[in-house]
């Protein structure tokens, strides 16, 4: 699919871009500093014999997935270094137009508002550019800084789904938010940027 991947989203020191083979040590350093923080939300593979692959088979599957238009994975860059990522996927066209959001960060940079502008571009990024409708973002009910996330960008709840995705080893319940593009008639990096407290301000 032409158009769809690669792409570069930027706003102030915030970058989101496709993951690079630099990216390998920094990505190394962010994940093993960040397991303990990381476990309790992280997507799981229902078959035991599965393990996340290293950074350079993860790329080639993420970026190669990415041009088959399947994906778009963000890695997300602060101040010019490697800090987490944010992956489209779910694609669904023709009449449902919608697709899912999903993210992570380094620890040691989280509470700044990264994630909340982050989904605002790649949200921007799927209405405008590619003309989506809407965006689903799916959050344990006992993540409250997830559901901050979602909350302070004007998602709407809809509701749970029971044992909605293998997280942590288990099936586990989620709350499903979603934003229509009707919703955010000027973007949702400029709603976010009008509502946001000055404390957080610095990535816009
Ligand atoms: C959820 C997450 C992506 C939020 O990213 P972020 O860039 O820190 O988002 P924000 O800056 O808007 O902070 C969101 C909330 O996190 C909480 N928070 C702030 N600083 C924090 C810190 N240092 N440690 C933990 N939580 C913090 C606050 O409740 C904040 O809400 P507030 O703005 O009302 O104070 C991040 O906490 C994370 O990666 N968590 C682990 C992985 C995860 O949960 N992924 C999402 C799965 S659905």
Redesign the pocket.
């Known amino acids: 699919m032409s158009g769809f991947w690669p792409v570069v989203l930027s706003e102030g020191g915030l970058v989101l871009r496709p993951l690079r083979r630099q990216d390998a040590k920094e990505y190394v350093e962010v994940r093993r500093h960040n397991a303990e923080?990381?476990l309790p939300?992280?997507a799981t593979n229902p078959d035991p014999g599965y393990s996340l692959p290293a950074f350079p088979t993860l790329r080639r599957l993420l970026n190669g997935q990415a041009r088959q238009g399947l994906l778009l994975p963000f890695a997300i860059e602060v101040d010019g270094r490697f800090r987490?990522q944010l992956t489209v996927s779910s694609f669904q066209w023709g009449s449902l137009m919608s697709a899912t959001a999903?993210?992570?960060?380094d620890?040691r940079?989280?509470?700044?508002?990264?994630?909340?502008t982050?989904v605002a571009l790649a949200t921007d990024y799927c209405f405008s550019g590619l003309g989506l409708h809407r965006m689903e973002?799916?959050?344990?009910p006992e993540?409250?800084?997830?559901l901050?996330?979602v909350e302070?960008l004007g998602f709407r709840d809809e509701g749970i789904r029971e044992r909605y995705m293998h997280i942590d080893g288990k099936w586990c319940d989620h709350r499903t938010f979603a934003l229509v593009a009707e919703d955010v008639p000027f973007g949702l990096l400029d709603a976010w940027q009008r509502t946001r407290n000055r404390s957080?301000r610095d990535f816009g």
């Open positions: 923080w990381l939300w992280e987490g999903g993210y992570w960060i620890e940079v989280a509470g700044r508002g990264i994630v909340p982050a973002i799916n959050i344990r993540n409250a800084a997830s901050r996330v302070k957080e």
